[in-house]
């Protein structure tokens, strides 16, 4: 099995209970000693990506100083499965030391 490069620090943002990607960030910044995580999202569920990086931040890395080093936003154009067209958002925040 062939491993991804790159995905390491990325945490990507979903359905799961908020805490988790909390913990997700936190983990990659204390446990593996990243000087940067990548936090991804699409669609509705940017705004929950925002709210991590800004939780992890603010108040459970308080001592950590991270600030927000990048932020990247893309759209692209998806087919639904009864072939209509629409343009689904996506986001990319990098957080470092």
């Not at 790159?6 to 990243?34: A, H, L, W």
């Not at 100083?65 to 932020?71: A, E, H, P, S, T």
């Amino acid at each position: 099995m062939e491993k991804k490069e790159g995905n390491e620090n990325v945490v990507f943002i979903g359905s799961k209970p908020f805490m988790n990607y909390i913990t997700g960030v936190v983990m990659q910044f204390t446990t593996k000693n990243r000087d940067e995580v990548i936090v991804k999202a699409r669609g509705k569920w940017i705004s929950r990506a925002v709210d991590v990086v800004e939780a992890a931040r603010k108040k459970f890395l308080k001592d950590k100083n991270l600030r927000i080093k990048n932020v990247l936003i893309d759209s692209a154009e998806m087919e639904t499965d009864d072939g209509k067209k629409m343009n689904v958002s996506s986001i990319e925040i990098t957080l470092g030391k």
